[in-house]
T-cell receptor
Framework: AQSVAQPEDQVNVAEGNPLTVKCTYSVSGNPYLFWYVQYPNRGLQFLLKYITGDNLVKGSYGFEAEFNKSQTSFHLKKPSALVSDSALYFCAVRDRYTGTASKLTFGTGTRLQVTL | EAQVTQNPRYLITVTGKKLTVTCSQNMNHEYMSWYRQDPGLGLRQIYYSMNVEVTDKGDVPEGYKVSRKEKRNFPLILESPSPNQTSLYFC?????????????FGDGTRLSIL
């Protein structure tokens, strides 16, 4: 069975500092990996995805994520955090090759709090 | 505007009273899915559909039904709701049959079952 772990319930960072939100995954085959952001009273919005190729993926709003196959990780990063980045972030995985390729599994979410 | 529309946005009801949450998308997407979001548990997939008349169970399908008679609509049915189905529900859609396509989410439906 596939799974996603987001080990931190909350990450606190000062505006202007770099941020990292951690994600590790488990699939039997090779993964498709996604990051989504959720603002209050809204649905999830897509940030970026890893399909194949370059391990550093760039996405919306200045976010990027680094795929590390040996560590089965896909950490979300941003060089300089903004107060407006404060939100709930979800990592998700889908196994490319199994019969349940269309099932998407989410992590439990990490709340990012950026302060002045 | 491309969007996924869920109705109602909020509903308070009682145990055992059948309810339907509608979901409609205007992007001609093949793939649609329902999730529930609970504190500490993240999003869990209830059912998904890869096309008209093709549906399959996700991780938490018990107590729910779905149908996909038209490409744009994917209603979620609770035939006999119970308090443990109190949750925030999201409908989502994407191109193709899932794969590497990002999902577009509705704004959610908050259900309270007393």
């Amino acid at each position: 069975a596939q799974s996603v772990a987001q080990p931190e319930d909350q990450v606190n960072v000062a505006e202007g500092n770099p941020l990292t939100v951690k994600c590790t995954y488990s699939v039997s085959g090779n993964p498709y990996l996604f990051w989504y952001v959720q603002y209050p009273n809204r649905g999830l919005q897509f940030l970026l995805k890893y399909i194949t190729g370059d391990n550093l993926v760039k996405g919306s709003y200045g976010f990027e994520a680094e795929f590390n196959k040996s560590q089965t990780s896909f950490h979300l990063k941003k060089p300089s955090a903004l107060v407006s980045d404060s939100a709930l972030y979800f990592c998700a995985v889908r196994d490319r090759y199994t019969g349940t390729a269309s099932k998407l599994t989410f992590g439990t979410g990490t709340r990012l709090q950026v302060t002045l | 505007e491309a969007q996924v529309t869920q109705n109602p946005r909020y509903l308070i009801t009682v145990t055992g009273k059948k309810l339907t949450v509608t979901c409609s998308q205007n992007m001609n997407h093949e793939y649609m899915s329902w999730y529930r979001q609970d504190p500490g548990l993240g999003l869990r997939q209830i059912y998904y559909s890869m096309n008209v008349e093709v549906t399959d169970k996700g991780d938490v399908p018990e107590g729910y039904k779905v149908s996909r008679k038209e490409k744009r609509n994917f209603p979620l049915i609770l035939e006999s709701p119970s308090p443990n189905q109190t949750s925030l529900y999201f409908c989502a859609s994407s191109l193709g049959q899932g794969g590497n396509q990002p999902q577009h989410f509705g704004d959610g439906t908050r259900l309270s079952i007393l």
